[in-house]
């Protein structure tokens, strides 16, 4: 394996100590981080736009808007019934005092006169028949202020009138019937009586009928009213009543007449389209205590796709928050809202509330718990799968480069990603140029080696020559020491050695190219002070390690000084140097 | 160890073989927390909202708001009209309201409706169950498709009298109740009060053509319709069980009510009336006259009159209940209101504030027992109970329009009969003008 794969590799695995986060794991956090500041981004985004599902909230809205659908429904169908009721006012009293004028009658005249009574009512029953088909309501009455028998012990409480009816259901067959008046009279208009028909009215169940007959100086658009819901006796009905006076144009009270809204009827004509499954709607008069309603004072419905079902007795609310009320009382708790409504001057306040299922209400909040935590459960697994599946998908060409590295004795990997095979040509160049170069200088070393070795052979050689004679000499000292006499022939000796030593010189002159010695001695004149200071080390018998700590440089840069002192002075080796310059001294010493 | 292992598995087999076992015997289509609603059009109390809203009402607070089961009463009808409206319905007539998800029906609505769109109710009621209800009216509700009609109350006719009244006339004239028992003696009855009330009718007949397929059946003894369910004019049998009543209709006698028999007693119009048992709900306690003076009723409730042949036979009518064919879930939450409204004690007491007979067996041998609301509903259930006794019950068969023929006829009848009277009075034959109206009736195809 080459040095700087090894090197990358011990890199790597350095880093995947345990001690330290793997690439892994560290781009993987990296992931998981950025996913979090997404989600988080995400999440503060969905919270300031106001788009987090609010149960309570969405609840409300549904039911509010659900409310104010319902409260125009009733507002214009009262006021069309209002306006209706006030037109059938104004259209019986012409009829009747057209009857009377007529036959020359007086109101008054009518009483106990059952047939004046019976053409009367033959006279208005066309029309309210017209009316009825005509307005949306479940009947039409006219009750007149006089009786067929004022004899009767509850001739009082009696008065003569027509009320016609139908039963209230949508459906094609609903046939009108006669709840009160003339049974003969209706049935010569194919009007059949009600299995509980009665022949007149007992006021004694309306009160709003002596109410009205006080008031007959004011207009009737101003004192028309709604009775509050009542049963129709001797039957199961539940209705209300638009009562509006009918006034004579002499004032003479007539009577009152107006439309019915039965429990059926309503249950039928309001049942609300929504969205919102089980729904109720309510309509009551406002009830006395704050918190409670009592479902059997007024009308209730559901919706247009069939479900109604009318809460049972009273129920008792408790604020839930959000707008929300909770109303407990019946079998089936619920959750709604209520509000207010006016329908005419002369009545109170009526209460609209609509009611879901408590049921409905937590299980929607369930679901929505559950939907919310399974959404970002999936981003969470989606976002951490992610992160890990891109983190290794990203990683594992590079990991399984490294391995490539790790295995191979030579860089000749490849791979797809181009910065890594960049890395690996950039390592294999380096790798080739590292060869050349550590080849380069263990050829140089092994020849620098060698010539030193030569060299150091041939000084210690010289030494070992030179040690000879400094021997020599000093036993010639001795023996001129030693004796007088022998002074000459010492004398003679050293000059013997002296020959000696001048031979040995010459020889070795003799050994040397005199124009290479030249080119020598005039190089030395060339040198750098640097060369020249290596050079006199030479001379002085340093080896190039020596000389490389004297002057404190790599021993390369003192082989680099020998190329550029070999040049210049024209020799090849140092032994070649340290001859020319033993010569060199030998000259300069005989020259004095 | 491995015993251990083989225990807790054994265990875990048991455990999840029991829970498959218990989860398979509950398994339903109905879920409390997200109720289904059922559409019910029924004929019970079309005026007066009585009993079977107020069954309704317990239902969805009780076992409805156990199970998730909602019904909502959409159309309260008639049974001459409901079979035409739910044909509207399903055809989706402009102006038809939405087909109802259960309704009373007669057998012949089922083929009017197709009895393959109905629910069989076989398929959620075992054999045991329907053991407890009578076998004839079970059998009554059969089809080709099932058991399509499920039996729930049935009617027979009686003679619904004004006691006051009666009480009057009896002593001036000497006539008893024991004198109506017999179609002559009615007819004499009649006669007799015609003539003392000065010229009023004594009796308005709701379903006048099937008195007279009762006397035809007592006299022939066998079914006399022919293939189109009409009947056969070149019978001398026919038209002379047909002259017996036209007769003193002729006279004004008797009379087509206009509707229902119940108001012109209830007006004072006339003395009694024939009608459904049934419409026992209907009568007023008092009776009111055109000068506003009124009168206690004492209604008294008699067997119909008989022909006096030697096999008499009553009328025995009745819708059932039917499902129209829409989810496995509305058909489950139906089959569990039907089975609901035909509990015994419950079928029972419908039967007896509506004034039907109950189709659960347990509930005949209570009702002998049983506490009547008043005097008039024991004379009612008295008269039934005499009338099943001494006669045989017969279901008129089914036929495609036989409702709109005997429409058309008592419209007829009733655009007829005033004149008629009118002339009888004024000296004409009374056979004569009866034979009008044969030639009337003859007229129906």
Redesign the interface.
């Known amino acids: 394996m080459n040095n700087i794969a090894k090197f990358v590799y011990e890199a790597v695995s350095r880093s995947s100590t345990p001690s330290r986060w793997s690439l892994k794991r560290r781009l993987f956090s990296y992931m998981m981080l950025l996913v979090c500041l997404l989600l988080l981004f995400l999440v503060t985004a969905l919270f300031l736009t106001d788009q987090f599902d609010n149960i309570e909230e969405n609840t409300y809205d549904a039911l509010e808007m659900q409310i104010k659908v319902f409260e125009k429904d009733i507002t214009d169908h009262f006021d069309t019934i209002a306006a209706a009721g006030i037109s059938l006012s104004q259209t019986v009293t012409e009829l009747v005092e057209d009857y009377l004028t007529e036959h020359d009658l007086r109101f008054s005249d009518l009483t106990d006169n059952a047939d004046a009574i019976a053409q009367l009512q033959s006279t208005l029953l066309k029309p309210m028949l017209q009316q009825l088909s005509q307005e949306n309501c479940s009947g039409i009455y006219v009750l007149l202020d006089t009786t067929v028998n004022s004899s009767l012990a509850h001739a009082a409480s009696s008065r003569t009138g027509i009320y016609l009816q139908t039963n209230g259901y949508k459906s094609s067959y609903n046939p009108i019937v006669l709840l009160r008046g003339n049974a003969e009279v209706s049935r010569e208009n194919d009007i059949m009586p009600h299995r509980k028909w009665t022949l007149e009215f007992d006021i004694s169940h309306l009160p709003e009928f002596e109410t009205l007959s006080q008031h007959t100086a004011l207009p009737i658009t101003k004192t028309f009213c709604f009775t509050d819901l009542m049963t129709i006796p001797r039957t199961e009905m539940r209705v209300m009543l638009l009562c509006v006076p009918m006034i004579g144009t002499d004032g003479t009270f007539l009577g009152i007449c107006g439309f019915e809204i039965s429990e059926n009827y309503f249950a039928s004509y309001y049942a609300q389209p929504t969205k919102v499954d089980h729904l109720t709607y309510l309509f009551l008069p406002s009830p006395s205590e704050k918190d409670s309603i009592d479902i059997t004072s007024g009308f209730s419905c559901g919706d247009t796709d069939g479900y109604y079902r009318a809460p049972q007795g009273t129920l008792t609310s408790h604020a839930e928050g959000h707008g929300l009320y909770s109303f407990h009382g019946d079998a089936i708790p619920y959750l709604g809202i209520t509000g207010q409504i006016t329908l005419s001057p002369n009545n109170p306040a009526y209460t609209l509330g609509v009611l879901m299922r408590k049921a409905d209400y937590d299980l929607e909040k369930r679901t929505e718990t559950i939907k919310n935590v399974s959404l970002w459960s999936v981003l969470l697994i989606a976002a951490v799968g992610s992160s890990y599946y891109f983190s290794r998908r990203f990683l594992s060409p590079i990991l399984h480069s490294l391995e490539q590295l790790k295995t191979e004795e030579e860089v000749t990997a490849f791979s797809n990603i181009p910065e890594i095979a960049d890395l690996f040509e950039f390592l294999s160049e380096k790798d080739r140029m590292h060869e050349e170069s550590m080849t380069e200088l263990a050829e140089e070393k092994q020849t620098a080696e060698s010539e030193k070795e030569s060299l150091l052979q041939k000084y210690e050689r010289v030494q070992l020559e030179y040690l000879e004679t400094q021997r020599k000499l000093r036993d010639a000292e001795h023996s001129l020491n030693e004796t007088q006499e022998e002074h000459k022939s010492t004398q003679t000796e050293f000059e013997k050695a002296q020959l000696e030593l001048q031979r040995l010189a010459y020889s070795r002159q003799a050994e040397i190219d005199p124009d290479a010695y030249i080119q020598f001695l005039d190089g030395i004149e060339t040198l750098t002070p640097t060369e020249r200071k290596i050079f006199n080390y030479y001379l002085d018998g340093l080896n190039v390690k020596e000389i490389a700590e004297t002057i404190s440089v790599k021993e390369s840069t003192v082989y680099s000084h020998n190329k550029n002192i070999y040049s210049k002075l024209g020799i090849n080796s140092l032994k070649q140097l340290l001859r020319y310059s033993a010569l060199m001294r030998q000259q300069e010493k005989e020259r004095g | 160890m491995q015993k251990l292992l083989t225990l807790l598995l054994s265990l875990l087999l048991l455990t999840s073989l029991v829970g498959c076992l218990a989860g398979c015997g509950e398994q339903t289509t109905l879920d ?4 289904v ?1 059922l ?1 019910f059009w029924h004929v019970y109390g ?5 009993p079977m ?1 107020r069954l309704v ?1 317990e239902f ?2 009780s076992v409805g ?1 156990e199970k998730g089961i ?1 019904v ?6 008639n049974t001459s ?1 409901i079979g ?2 739910l044909k ?2 399903m055809d989706g ?1 402009p ?4 087909m109802p998800d259960i309704f009373s029906s007669h057998t012949s609505h089922a083929g009017l409706l197709g009895a393959e769109n109905l629910v069989d109710w076989n398929t959620w009621f075992t054999e045991k169950e329907l053991k407890k209800y009578v076998p004839e009216f079970v059998e009554s509700g059969m089809t080709d498709a099932g058991l399509s009609i499920f039996p729930l109350s049935k009617s027979s006719y009686a003679l619904f009298l004004n006691g006051t009244q009666f009480a009057r006339f009896s002593a001036d004239t000497g006539v008893t109740y024991d004198d109506l028992a017999t179609w002559e003696g009615f007819f004499a009855a009649a006669a007799k009060y015609y003539e003392w009330s000065g010229g009023k009718t004594f009796c308005a007949m709701d379903y006048l053509i099937r008195h007279v397929e009762l006397d035809l059946q007592s006299k022939k003894g066998s079914p006399f319709f022919l293939d189109d369910g009409w009947f056969d004019f070149d019978d001398s049998a026919v038209y002379d069980s047909w002259m017996m009543f036209a007769e003193p209709l002729s006279k004004g006698h008797i009379a087509v009510s ?3 028999s ?2 012109h007693v ?2 004072g ?1 006339m003395l009694c009336g024939i009608g459904s048992t049934a ?1 026992i709900t ?1 009568f ?1 306690d008092t009776v ?1 006259y ?4 009124t009168e206690p009723m004492d209604l008294h409730i008699l067997p119909l009159p008989m022909s006096g042949s030697e096999i008499e036979y009553i009328p025995q009518s009745g819708v059932g209940i039917a499902s129209y064919q829409t989810t496995e879930q509305k058909a489950e939450a139906a089959s569990v209101f039907v089975r609901w409204l035909t509990e015994g004690k419950r079928n029972l007491d419908f039967a007896v504030q509506t004034g039907y007979m109950p189709v659960c067996t347990d509930a005949y041998q209570e009702i002998k027992s049983y506490e009547y609301p008043n005097d008039a509903y024991a004379s009612l259930f008295d008269a039934i109970f005499t009338m099943r006794e001494k006669y045989t019950a017969v279901s008129r068969p089914d036929f495609d329009g036989y409702y709109a023929k005997t429409n058309t006829l008592y419209d007829g009848l009733r655009q007829m009969q005033g004149a008629l009277a009118d002339r009888a009075d004024a000296g004409e034959d009374a056979k004569t003008l009866a034979e009008e109206t044969w030639e009337f009736f003859k007229s129906i195809e």
């Open positions: 409390p927390n997200n109720p609603t559409s079309e005026q007066a909202d009585a809203n009402a969805n607070a708001l909602v909502n009463v959409t159309n309260v009808t009209k035409g409206q509207s319905a007539e102006g038809a309201p939405e206009e509707q229902y119940n108001t209830t007006t119009e419409s209907y007023s009111t055109p000068d506003n003076t």
